[in-house]
Structures are given as structure tokens and as C-alpha cells.
């Protein structure tokens, strides 16, 4: 199984990508980041372009039929929105590994801009998942994701990583 996390914005040297490489050198799944950046409209209007930069950045594996699919149908795309089910590290883990014992090829994770997703965009992903009621810095969230993805590997491995 890989991971794709298709995000807004580029994350630049500094602390938010050192803690996110921390976390992806930890995580056995291969994981590949697809940088997209729109600039310059009103914010529904931005919202709109990176929605189709995302879309971009997952059509490479696109059958046509649903955005961000491959033709086999073993891609999940997972939009991280605040509107998002809020999951507990256990729920998010036992998700990863129903979806990697279902033959997952790929979990697609996708990050929006500062405004957050598009509603559209929003409406086509299999599953939004929240990080809590709080609101983060979307080159942050990036981070979040990569320690909740070790998590997930930990519980899935049956390691005492998670304390529930």
C-alpha cells in the first residue's frame, strides 16, 4: 500500500518539514507529496483552482469515471476538512488496515489551502476526516497526518504505541 498526500502550498525548510520527515522516514508505507499552489483570486474563486490543482495532482491514476480514482478502483481519497468526522487514533488505524486487507493500492490524503477544500471537491472523497474541532495551519496539518500515519502503523503492528 502507498500513501499520497496531494496538498496546497509548499513547505519550505524549516521546523513543519523536519517534524514531517521525522514521521515519514518512521513509516514503512511509501509515501509520495504532490505540492500544488494557486495564487491571486477571491477566495471562493482560489478555492475553485486548487481544488482543480488537486484534482491534477490525482488524475495521473484518474479512470475517468470519479476524480482521483485509478482505472483498477484501488485508490481512497481521504480529504481533510474541519467539517470532517472527528476519529480517534484507534478508528483512524483500524480504517487503514480495513482498507490495506481490502487490497488497497493507494490512500490518497488531500490538504487544502488556508480557506480549506472546495465543496465539490469535498464530495467526491470517500472519507472527511477531521484533526479536531481546532483549526491548523494547513502546512502543519501536513505533520499531524504524517504522526497519525505512524500511529496507525504502530497499533496495525500491535505495538503499545497508542495508550487507550
Known amino acids: 500500500m ?6 496546497v502550498g509548499r513547505l519550505k525548510p524549516g ?11 518512521r513509516i514503512a508505507w511509501p ?10 483570486a477571491a477566495p471562493a474563486e482560489l478555492k475553485a ?5 488537486l484534482l491534477g495532482a490525482l488524475a495521473g491514476r484518474s479512470s475517468g ?7 483498477s478502483g484501488r485508490r481512497v481519497v481521504v480529504a481533510l476538512d474541519e467539517r470532517g468526522e472527528a476519529a480517534s487514533s484507534a478508528d483512524f488505524a483500524r480504517r487503514i488496515g480495513t482498507w490495506r486487507d481490502q487490497g488497497v493500492e493507494e ?4 490538504i487544502g489551502g488556508a480557506d480549506g477544500l472546495d465543496g465539490g471537491f469535498r464530495g467526491r472523497a470517500d472519507w472527511l476526516l477531521a484533526l479536531g474541532r481546532l483549526t491548523w495551519p494547513h502546512l502543519l496539518v501536513r505533520a499531524l497526518l504524517a ?3 505512524y500511529r496507525a502503523q ?3 503492528a500491535g505495538h503499545p504505541y497508542h495508550r487507550e
Do not use: D
Open 65 to 71: 469515471k470519479r476524480p482521483g480514482r485509478p482505472a
Open 154 to 156: 504502530q497499533i496495525l
Open 31 to 40: 509515501i509520495a507529496v504532490r505540492e500544488v499552489e494557486a495564487r491571486g
Open 49 to 53: 483552482r486548487e481544488a482543480e490543482l
Open 147 to 149: 504522526e497519525q500515519l
Open 107 to 110: 490512500i490518497a490524503f488531500v
Open 15 to 25: 521546523p513543519e518539514k523536519e517534524l514531517f520527515e521525522a514521521y515519514r522516514r
Open 2 to 7: 502507498r500513501i499520497l498526500i496531494a496538498a
